[in-house]
C-alpha cells in the first residue's frame, strides 16, 4: 500500500510562490504516474497537473499551466508542485494521487492512492 504525504500549503499573499511537495512511503513510488489536484469550498475535486512514472510526459491544466509546474524525484519518491504568482482563486484543498497508467488522468476514481492534502489559502 502506497501512502502518500503532502506537504508545503499555507497562508500567503497574493502573488507569493510555494512549493507543495508529496512524500511517498516507499520505492514502488517509481512506477505511478502522479497527479495533484484541488478542491476549493463547495467545488468538486479537480485536477491541476500530472506526470508520468518516468517524467518524460506531463500535463498541466489549462487554466494554470504558466503558473504552476508539475515535477518528481523519483530517488526521493517525492512529486512537487511549483506554485507562482499565487491567486485568491487558488484557495483549495491540494490533493497528490497516484496510478499505474498515464492515462485518464482527470478521473479521479483511476487513482489507487490519494493523500490528506494540504491546505492551500491565498489572502488579496
Known amino acids: 500500500q502506497l501512502q502518500l504525504v503532502e506537504s508545503g500549503g499555507g497562508y500567503v499573499q497574493a502573488g507569493d510562490s510555494l512549493r507543495l511537495s508529496c512524500a511517498a512511503s516507499?520505492?514502488?513510488?517509481?512506477?505511478?504516474?502522479m497527479a495533484w489536484f484541488r478542491q476549493a469550498p463547495g467545488k468538486e475535486r479537480e485536477l491541476v497537473a500530472a506526470?508520468?512514472?518516468?517524467?518524460?510526459?506531463?500535463h498541466t491544466v489549462d487554466s494554470v499551466k504558466d503558473r504552476f509546474t508539475i515535477s518528481r524525484d523519483n530517488a526521493r519518491n517525492t512529486v512537487y508542485l511549483q506554485i507562482n504568482s499565487l491567486k485568491p482563486e487558488d484557495t483549495a484543498v491540494y490533493y497528490c494521487?497516484?496510478?499505474?497508467?498515464?492515462?485518464?488522468?482527470?478521473?479521479?476514481?483511476?487513482?489507487?492512492?490519494w493523500g490528506q492534502g494540504t491546505q492551500v489559502t491565498v489572502s488579496s
Open positions: 494521487a497516484a496510478k499505474r497508467e498515464f492515462t485518464r488522468i482527470s478521473t479521479l476514481r483511476t487513482y489507487d492512492y
Open positions: 506526470i508520468s512514472a518516468s517524467a518524460l510526459g506531463t
Open positions: 516507499d520505492r514502488t513510488f517509481s512506477s505511478y504516474a
